[in-house]
Structures are given as C-alpha cells and as structure tokens.
C-alpha cells in the first residue's frame, strides 16, 4: 500500500504509517501439507490469500517442487504470491470473476476436459484447502454443495501483534484514513485502540477495506465511516484510498463506495 499510495495521483503530502497488527502462526495441519502433497493427487488445490500462498509455497518446495498442478486462487494478489508458471509448471490456473470465496466456490470447474483421461486429476472431484485456522467455512461448504469432496488444512493462524508501542498506536489513531486487509486485522484494531479512540470522543479515521469481507468486520465491530471497493483487490482498494483521503469532514459516515 505504501507504494501505491507514493504515486503521483495521491499528491505529494500524503504519509504513511505501517503498522502491523496481526502475525502468522503455524496452525495445527502446518506439517501434514508437504505430506499430502507429496503422496496425493488432487483436482484442485485452493489457496485464498497471500499468507496462504507463502505458507502453500514453502510446503511445496519440501514436497520436491511437484508440477501439474491445478491451482484455483481467490485473485490477483493470491496469484502474485505464488511462484511464477514457469517455476510452478502449474497445469491450470483458476480465479473467479469477483475476489471473494463464495463466487471461488460457485465458479470453480467442477469437471475438467482437456483429451487426458489418463490424468486421475480430471475425473476425481478432490479439493486441497490449505487456509487459516480462522477462514470461514464458506469455500469448502459452497464447494461440498456441488459435489466437490474438500480437505481442509489448518496450516495457519492469524494472532494479534500486542507489542505495538503507545506513541506509534497514537499517530495511527490519529490518521485520517486507516486501511484493512483482513478481518483479523480489523478485530486487532478495535482491541488495540478502543480506549484511546473513546478518549478522543469516539472520533475515528475513514476506514478504508480492501474488500466485503473486511469491511463486514468492520461492522461487527460497530466502526463507522467505512469504505470498500465493489470488487476486492489491490487497484479498487487503492481508489477507495484516495478517495477517502479527497473526502471533506462534511461528507463522512456515508458509507460504501
């Protein structure tokens, strides 16, 4: 965010303060994925977010870097974060139309046709779910729905950071626009700043989401004044930014872009 936000199109007097509010822990299923991947053929493996394709990557490569595989991820950045194609050799690459995990599991080719019926890969209906220990169940129960037979791995966690020192927490309170990427991230928010936000009269900064979900949290949360793109993803995430930080005092508490 840091790189998007220096472009010229966000003016010169925009600053930014990065502070992390949550870090991976490995989850309880971390050590099975190199052996599942290693002695089982799937049709698909998921992967749903950046966190999950390092986490899926590493396995990978001590899995001795298997090739043909078909990979359905929920967007863009997820597909980033995973090894190129040529270092992959990866056999299909699938993203839905909208960057959230209920359209993955509506869209997500339950057969696959391409003349080599010698590929088990193309008749079982087998998906590899490696996620967060608190990803939500809609994926692999939108995918059980269709036929799908799903094997999750909790290979991750998300915790919240609690050695965030006051003053930088202070400035971040103090920003006029604070941006989410996840859930997790939202609920690290609110447990970190509460009282310094009620001792500022409850006035908060625009909230910025990277997509529904987040922005959901938020909600949950009872944050106000929250923004999120129509479709998820880094460039719609960096409009809703800048146009936060356009919006005048007068226009807050508006809502959803």
Known sequence: MRKIVSQPRFGENVSVLEMPLVE????????????TLETKQFQWIIVTSPEAAKVFTKAWVEAGKPEGL??????????????????????????????L?????EELPLNLDDGDSKDSRNSNREVLYPCSKKAAKTIQNGLSSRGFTVTRLNTYSTEQVTDIPK??????VEANVVTFGSPSA???WKSLTLDMLEERGGKHPTYACIGQTSANACEDCELPDVWHPENPG???WAEVVKLCLEQDESEKWRGIL
């Open 167 to 172: 003053d930088v927490l202070e400035k971040a």
């Open 234 to 236: 880094m460039e719609g």
């Open 186 to 188: 939202v609920k690290a």
């Open 24 to 35: 991976s822990v490995p989850g309880e299923d971390a050590a099975r994925l190199r052996e």
């Open 70 to 99: 078909n990979i359905g991820t929920v967007g863009g950045g997820t597909t980033r974060a995973l090894p190129k194609q040529e270092e992959m050799k990866w056999a299909r690459l699938f993203t839905p139309t909208k960057a």
């Open 101 to 105: 995990g209920e359209v993955l599991a």
